[in-house]
Nanobody, 121 residues
Framework: EVEVVESGGGSVQAGGSLLLSCVVT????????MGWYRQTPGQEREFVSSISHQDTKFYADFVKGRFTISQDNAKATLYLQMNSLQTEDTAVYYC???????????????WGQGTQVTVSS
């Protein structure tokens, strides 16, 4: 059974930093991509950042220059270094693991339970 577990969330003041981690276990083979999404109450889950198996990285405009995504394939672990945090970054952050679906596309088929990030002014 595939399990995705996030950690590293917490409460910080604006301007502070947090490092989120995501460990994927139980997966046969490797992921095709992994990513971070976030969600606040009453809002849709939104894309934050992703990284392909080949290390191609994408960022949402609102985190460019502040957040850095990385991965350790040997440890099946994804990271999100979040610097210069703002109150607007407060959300539950979810880690997604992408695998190749039946139609050949790379799809987030596995999600963690999320980790809360709270940024206070």
């Amino acid at each position: 059974e595939v399990e995705v577990v996030e950690s590293g969330g917490g409460s910080v003041q604006a301007g502070g930093s947090l490092l989120l981690s995501c460990v994927v276990t139980g997966m046969r083979g490797s992921t095709c991509k992994m990513g971070w999404y976030r969600q606040t109450p009453g809002q849709e889950r939104e894309f934050v950042s992703s990284i392909s198996h080949q290390d191609t990285k994408f960022y949402a405009d609102f985190v460019k220059g502040r957040f850095t995504i990385s991965q350790d394939n040997a440890k099946a672990t994804l990271y999100l270094q979040m610097n210069s945090l703002q109150t607007e970054d407060t959300a539950v952050y979810y880690c997604g693991a992408g695998t190749i679906s039946g139609d050949g596309t790379c799809t987030y088929n596995f999600w963690g339970q999320g980790t809360q990030v709270t940024v206070s002014s």
